[in-house]
C-alpha cells in the first residue's frame, strides 16, 4: 500500500541537515505501525513525505502505485482526502462544536447533508463522545478533544491513518483509551501510521514498530519493543 524506496531529505537551511537517509520500507493494508525516535530523527518528515507536504531530496515514496511526489498540485487534494490526521495539539476548530467539527471536514470533502447527519453522531459514538458532541472543545477534557480530532480524521473513510504523537499532551488514562480507539479503528481495516515517544503504547500495541535514528531505520522489529 505504502512504500519508500530508498528516500532521503536534506534540508538546507543555516546548514544542511539529513532529516532521512535511504529508508526503505513496505507497508501492507490493515497495518498498524509506530515510528519511534529521539527527537529530530526524521519522524515528522516521515509523516510530511506521506502527506506530500515535503518532496524527497531522492528516492521515491509510492502511496498503491502512485509516486506521491510525481502528483501535480492540483491531485494532491485526492491524496490527502485518503489520509485522516491527528496531531498532539488536536487542531480542532475552538468556535464549532464536537459535531460541527467532524461535520466541516465532510463539507470540505463534498459530502451531502444527508450523509453529514448520518455520519457525525456515527462516528462519535465510535469514540464514545456521542453524549458530549454539541459540547464545544474548551468544554471537553483533552482527552476527549483529541477523541473529537479522531472522529473526524475517519469521517471521511480514509484508507490510512497519521496519529503523530497524538498522546504526548495526555495524561495515562487517556493515553491508554486514544491507543484503545487507534486500535479498534484498526481493527475495523484502516492502516494507522503513529509516532510515538511513549514506551508504554509500544509495549501495549505489540505491533510493528520501525525506529529511526538520525535519520536512519535502525530497527524494523514486526512486533516490536521500544529500546532506544
Ligand atoms: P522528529 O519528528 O523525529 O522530531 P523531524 O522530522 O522533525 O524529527 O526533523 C528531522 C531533522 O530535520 C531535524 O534535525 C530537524 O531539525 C530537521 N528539520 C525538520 N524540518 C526542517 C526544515 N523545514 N528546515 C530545516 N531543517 C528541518
Known amino acids: 500500500m505504502i512504500y519508500f524506496d530508498q528516500v532521503s531529505k536534506i534540508y538546507n537551511g543555516t546548514g544542511k541537515t539529513v532529516a532521512l537517509e535511504d529508508v526503505s520500507f513496505a507497508v501492507e493494508p490493515g497495518e498498524f505501525i509506530s515510528i519511534v525516535g529521539h527527537s529530530g530523527a526524521g519522524k515528522t518528515t516521515l509523516l510530511k513525505m506521506l502527506l506530500a507536504e515535503e518532496d524527497p531530496t531522492s528516492g521515491t515514496v509510492f502511496f498503491e502505485s502512485v509516486n506521491i511526489h510525481g502528483l ?15 496531531f498532539q495539539d488536536f487542531k480542532l476548530l475552538p468556535h464549532k462544536t464536537a ?13 451531502t447533508e444527508d450523509e453529514i447527519a448520518a455520519d457525525v453522531p456515527h462516528v462519535l459514538d465510535l469514540v464514545d463522545l456521542g453524549s458530549k ?42 493515553t491508554y483509551e486514544i491507543v484503545q480507539i487507534l486500535r479498534k479503528i484498526n481493527d475495523m481495516g484502516t492502516t ?28 524494523d522489529d514486526k512486533e516490536g519493543g521500544y529500546t532506544l
Do not use: C, W
Open 72 to 86: 501535480r498540485d492540483s491531485e494532491k487534494p485526492m491524496l490527502r482526502r485518503r489520509i485522516g490526521t491527528v
Open 192 to 219: 494507522v501510521f503513529l509516532t510515538t515517544h511513549n514506551k508504554g503504547i509500544i509495549d501495549s500495541v505489540k505491533k510493528r514498530v520501525i525506529t529511526l535514528d538520525q535519520g536512519r531505520i535502525v530497527r
Open 133 to 174: 458532541m454539541f459540547n464545544f472543545p474548551g468544554q471537553l477534557s483533552g482527552g476527549e478533544r483529541q477523541r473529537v480530532a479522531i472522529a473526524r480524521a475517519i469521517v471521511n473513510q480514509p484508507d490510512l491513518i497519521i496519529a503523530d504523537e497524538p498522546t504526548g499532551n495526555l495524561d495515562p488514562v487517556n
Open 99 to 111: 459535531y460541527e467539527n467532524v461535520a466541516f471536514a465532510m463539507e470540505v470533502a463534498g459530502r
